[in-house]
C-alpha cells in the first residue's frame, strides 16, 4: 500500500507564494515519474509540471518561469514552488506518481487527495 500525503496550499493575494510538497510512504521500491496536476471549477484536471527520475522537467506554458517542480528521492518527496500567482492558478492541485512497489513489480500510478490553492485579494 502507497500513500500520498500533501501539504501546503491555502490562500495567497495575487503575487504571492504558496510551496505545495507530497510525501510518498509505503511499499516503495523505486519512484519514476513525479507530477503536480491542477483542476478549476469546471475545467478538466491538467498538467502543471513534471520531473523525471533523471531530473528532467517539465512545465504548462501557463507556469513556465514563475514554478518550479522538484525532488527528494531521499525522502520521496516531490515539492512546487509557486512564485507570482495569479486568479487563473486557483485550483486544486493533486500530486500524481508512477512507482515500483518491488523489484518485480510494473509501474503503478498514485495520486494524492489534493489541496486546495486560492488566489485572491
Known amino acids: 500500500q502507497v500513500q500520498l500525503v500533501e501539504s501546503g496550499g491555502g490562500l495567497v493575494q495575487p503575487g504571492g507564494s504558496l510551496r505545495l510538497s507530497c510525501a510518498a510512504s509505503?511499499?516503495?521500491?523505486?519512484?519514476?515519474?513525479m507530477d503536480w496536476y491542477r483542476q478549476a471549477p469546471g475545467k478538466e484536471r491538467e498538467l502543471v509540471a513534471g520531473i523525471t527520475s533523471g531530473g528532467s522537467t517539465n512545465y504548462a506554458d501557463s507556469v513556465k518561469g514563475r514554478f518550479t517542480i522538484s525532488r527528494d528521492d531521499a525522502k520521496r518527496l516531490v515539492s512546487l514552488q509557486m512564485n507570482d500567482l495569479e486568479p487563473e492558478d486557483t485550483a486544486v492541485y493533486y500530486c500524481?506518481?508512477?512507482?515500483?512497489?518491488?523489484?518485480?513489480?510494473?509501474?503503478?500510478?498514485?495520486w494524492g487527495q489534493g489541496t486546495q490553492v486560492t488566489v485572491s485579494s
Open positions: 500524481h506518481v508512477r512507482l515500483r512497489s518491488s523489484i518485480w513489480s510494473q509501474q503503478t500510478e498514485y
Open positions: 509505503g511499499s516503495i521500491f523505486s519512484i519514476d515519474r
